[in-house]
């Protein structure tokens, strides 16, 4: 059981460079996430999914769309890169029940060069 | 505005001891507050998590204590061990569960043998 899988696992990009993200999850979960981890700064949510064919900002959506293209896949683009979105990104998928548990993704490290 | 502020922001305890992290928060809608750990090169996984009507939960070594009225909430690694050295997260949800995590910016944990 893979549980929540991202690709690439490490990405370099120019500055204005255009690149996806990949997120696939088995677990069957309704809701998925896609957050970014800085150093010192915790991990903020980028964009989430609550279901298929939805979608909404989250604390810093700036500089980035995502696309659910279905119950399985979240994929966050990012149109013309900067040097400010170098981070490691992590996404997520959930569902209510009685541990209401967020299962992350082993994330993708960019650098924006 | 940081909305969950945690403390410390890194933490050094003898193998045996006790491990204490603190987090506060000012938003009243917040209903679910989880405890994440993070291993290095690796997604956040649950912990452990409190709903608002309970003061304490306790699941092994670790254990939430949470003051509704001073919106505080701590966890507590009982006899620490080298093997919990990780990052550590709380976070906080308006949703009632993972959905819209708002995450402070993590305790690093050094448990020394």
């Known amino acids: 059981n893979a549980g ?3 690709t690439p696992k490490f990405q370099v990009l120019k500055t204005g460079q255009s690149m996806t993200l ?3 999850q088995d677990m069957n979960h309704n809701s998925m996430y896609w957050y970014r981890q800085d150093p010192g700064m915790g991990l903020r949510l980028i964009y989430y999914s609550a279901s298929e064919g939805t979608t909404d ?3 810093v959506p700036n500089g980035y769309n995502v696309s659910r293209l279905n119950k399985r896949e979240f994929s966050l683009r990012l149109e013309s890169a900067a040097p400010s979105q170098t981070s490691v990104y992590f996404c997520a998928s959930g569902d209510r029940g009685y541990k209401d548990e967020a299962f992350f993704g082993q994330g993708t490290r960019l650098t924006v060069v | 505005q940081q909305q969950v502020k945690q403390s410390p922001q890194s933490l050094i ?3 045996g001891g006790i491990s204490i992290i ?3 928060y000012e938003n009243t809608a917040f209903d679910y ?4 750990q993070q291993f290095p090169g690796k997604g956040p996984a649950l912990l452990i998590a409190i709903r608002p009507d309970v003061s304490e939960k306790k699941e092994g070594r670790f254990t939430i204590s ?3 009225s001073a919106k505080q909430f701590s966890l507590h690694i009982m006899d620490s061990q080298p093997g919990d050295s990780a990052t550590y997260f709380c976070a906080a949800s308006s949703k009632g569960g993972s959905e819209k995590l708002v995450f402070g910016k993590g305790t690093k944990l050094t448990v020394n043998p």
């Open chain 1, 4 to 6: 929540v899988t991202q």
């Open chain 1, 22 to 24: 990949q997120c696939a």
């Open chain 1, 57 to 59: 900002k989250g604390e």
């Open chain 2, 13 to 15: 305890v003898q193998k």
């Open chain 2, 22 to 24: 603190n987090c506060a």
């Open chain 2, 33 to 36: 507050f989880p405890w994440y």
């Open chain 2, 66 to 68: 949470f003051n509704k």
